[in-house]
């Protein structure tokens, strides 16, 4: 349980295998605000917490330990820790006394290293590999920090030289509500002076941190961002994004470029004048908004280039169970816990599937910057789909894999929002990607998305889902050991420049019994919409050519 501006409660299971994907079992909320609570006091008076506020928290907290209790969750692994707000309460006490009478748990108030680290590792831990600068914007207070997953001890590092600043979202909007206009400039300029001497101060810490800010031809740092207030941010930014609608809603992982990131007189414009809903933006939300996009003007302000910038929904809470697990598990890919694998002869199986259908790409091809579910450590989960839903059509089957992309896993660390598209549209083209009006708009808008990583990754899910439907054709059911597989096809295949297109060739070698039975040109019509629907980012012309052969002659 966390408590600050809001208390929110979760239960997790940490249990293996899938530990690392910090399965959360209930979440609630309570919208307690403590900063509200806290500017009730009289002006001029002491930052109180009035007597209502404290019952009320301690309840909800005995409310929480109760649905905990219903949960078997034993008590010495409840964790109730408070920031900000806390720590500025000058009775404090008084509340800490009454949580742990009526609910009999103890709080744990937070140093603003401690919040700067359970923050900062809450976000990495939506992620395989981190490199960039991590920012927390609460109710009361911003953190700002440096993590490099690569590097020893990133973590103790990351809380010793983050810094944090008394200006959270709540807190400063109460300052720019104000009628005193002194207080309001010194504030932002506050602000402001504060964010460039925490950059400056981790440029001076971390060199790979300085080198990309080094000459204009560097290409800038990429920044995480969590906490509501940023949340709220990349909501607005998700509600105007190029493409629309934008098709996974979820804002876990949402990325944009640095110049959209730093659109902020834009983000104003439309928070203060759109008058119907926008997704994931509370009304509270909403008034908050100029306080919040003031804070994201002084972050751009403090740095320069700014590569892209990275929604984050962990926080606190991931942070802090982060933080519980042995490093080889934090620094493990989380994607291949989401298919669940029976056993060793299993897990065989599906490597000698994800060799074969790989073995169709060109050899001689550099795929580090094409993401593919391959590249993007999603082989197991492709081909764990592949049999599934074999009984129903084609076209049902695409859609909902299409579906299926946006929906699973909703809080799934590393199912970034391009490795769900990725996903989706190559398990689509496994079923021959055909859509009725409603769905193919989705597919385009997942296509853009895609396109916005490299222009060439649609042509290749399009070309490993026709793969992959040619081998489930071949072999019907999924494999019963590891060899059979490869003992039906084999695949080699070339790329190559011509004068006005790029020549791929694929020669599928088949068994003699199956080269016998099976209509190759059935075959053949697996690739008729391979590089069919490219997008006009996609500027490459190719010419594909298909060859079957029986393997033994």
């Known amino acids: 349980m966390s408590c600050s501006n809001g208390i929110r409660f979760s239960i997790s299971d940490l249990s293996p295998p899938r530990t690392r994907l910090l399965p959360c079992l209930y979440r609630e909320r309570a919208a307690i605000s403590l900063f509200d609570a806290l500017d009730s006091s009289p002006s001029g008076g002491p930052l109180d917490f009035p007597s209502d506020v404290i019952a009320q928290v301690s309840n909800t907290l005995a409310r929480f330990k109760s649905i905990a209790n219903d949960y078997g969750v034993p008590p010495g692994s409840i964790s109730v820790f408070a920031t900000e707000a806390m720590?500025?309460?000058?009775?404090?006490?008084?509340?800490?006394?009454?949580?742990?009478?009526?609910?009999?748990?103890?709080?744990?108030?937070?140093?603003?290293?401690?919040?700067?680290?359970?923050?900062?590792?809450?976000?990495?831990?939506?992620?395989?590999?981190?490199?960039?600068?991590?920012?927390?914007?609460?109710?009361?207070?911003?953190?700002?920090?440096?993590?490099?997953?690569?590097?020893?001890?990133?973590?103790?590092?990351?809380?010793?030289?983050?810094?944090?600043?008394?200006?959270?979202?709540?807190?400063?909007?109460?300052?720019?509500?104000?009628?005193?206009?002194e207080a309001q400039v010194t504030a932002v300029s506050t602000l402001q002076e504060g964010m460039r001497g925490a950059f400056t101060k981790l440029q001076q810490q971390f060199p790979s941190l300085r080198a990309t800010q080094a000459s204009a031809e560097s290409n800038g740092v990429d920044i995480y961002l969590c906490g509501g207030g940023f949340r709220g941010y990349g909501s607005v930014l998700m509600h105007t994004d190029p493409i629309q609608p934008y098709p996974i809603p979820a804002i876990g992982a949402y990325t944009v470029k640095g110049p959209f990131f730093s659109r902020t007189k834009d983000a104003r414009k439309v928070n203060a004048e759109y008058e119907g809903k926008i997704f994931g933006m509370s009304k509270r939300r909403r008034r908050h908004f100029?306080?919040?996009?003031?804070?994201?003007?002084?972050?751009?302000?403090?740095?320069?280039?700014?590569?892209?910038?990275?929604?984050?929904?962990?926080?606190?809470?991931?942070?802090?169970?982060?933080?519980?697990?042995?490093?080889?598990?934090?620094?493990?890919?989380?994607?291949?816990?989401?298919?669940?694998?029976?056993?060793?002869?299993?897990?065989?199986?599906?490597?000698?599937?994800?060799?074969?259908?790989?073995?169709?790409?060109?050899?001689?091809?550099?795929?580090?910057?094409?993401?593919?579910?391959?590249?993007?450590?999603?082989?197991?989960?492709?081909?764990?789909?592949?049999?599934?839903?074999?009984?129903?059509?084609?076209?049902?089957?695409?859609?909902?894999?299409?579906?299926?992309?946006?929906?699973?896993?909703?809080?799934a660390p590393s199912l970034t929002h391009l490795a769900r598209a990725v996903l989706g549209l190559t398990l689509c083209s496994r079923w021959g990607a055909n859509f009725g009006p409603i769905d193919k708009s989705l597919f385009e808008n997942m296509q853009k998305l895609v396109g916005q990583s490299n222009p060439e990754a649609n042509f290749w899910a399009e070309y490993i889902g026709a793969v992959a439907s040619l081998v489930t054709t071949l072999c019907p059911a999924m494999p019963d050991n590891a060899d059979r597989l490869s003992k039906i096809v084999r695949f080699s295949s070339s790329l190559r420049s011509g004068k006005t297109k790029e020549k791929l060739q694929l020669i599928v070698s088949l068994s003699p019994a199956t080269y016998q039975v099976l209509d190759t040109q059935d075959l053949v019509s697996r690739f008729k919409n391979v590089g069919k629907h490219r997008t006009a980012a996609d500027k490459a012309e190719r010419k594909f050519k298909l060859t079957i052969q029986d393997m033994e002659l």
């Open 87 to 181: 720590r500025k309460a000058e009775n404090a006490a008084s509340m800490l006394d009454a949580i742990l009478e009526t609910s009999g748990l103890g709080v744990y108030v937070l140093a603003p290293e401690v919040e700067t680290l359970f923050g900062a590792m809450g976000a990495r831990s939506g992620f395989t590999e981190v490199n960039g600068l991590f920012l927390d914007l609460g109710g009361g207070s911003v953190q700002m920090t440096y993590l490099n997953s690569s590097v020893d001890g990133y973590e103790m590092q990351a809380a010793q030289t983050g810094e944090s600043l008394p200006f959270g979202a709540a807190k400063l909007l109460n300052i720019l509500e104000s009628n005193e206009a």
């Open 290 to 411: 100029p306080a919040i996009a003031t804070v994201v003007e002084a972050l751009v302000g403090a740095i320069p280039q700014i590569r892209t910038a990275t929604f984050c929904s962990g926080g606190n809470r991931e942070g802090a169970l982060f933080m519980k697990l042995p490093k080889v598990l934090r620094e493990g890919n989380p994607l291949p816990l989401l298919h669940q694998v029976g056993g060793n002869i299993e897990l065989g199986i599906l490597q000698s599937v994800i060799a074969v259908v790989q073995s169709s790409l060109p050899a001689d091809m550099d795929f580090y910057n094409i993401p593919t579910v391959f590249t993007l450590g999603l082989g197991p989960l492709f081909v764990g789909g592949l049999w599934t839903r074999i009984g129903e059509s084609s076209d049902a089957n695409a859609a909902f894999e299409l579906h299926q992309a946006v929906t699973r896993d909703p809080s």
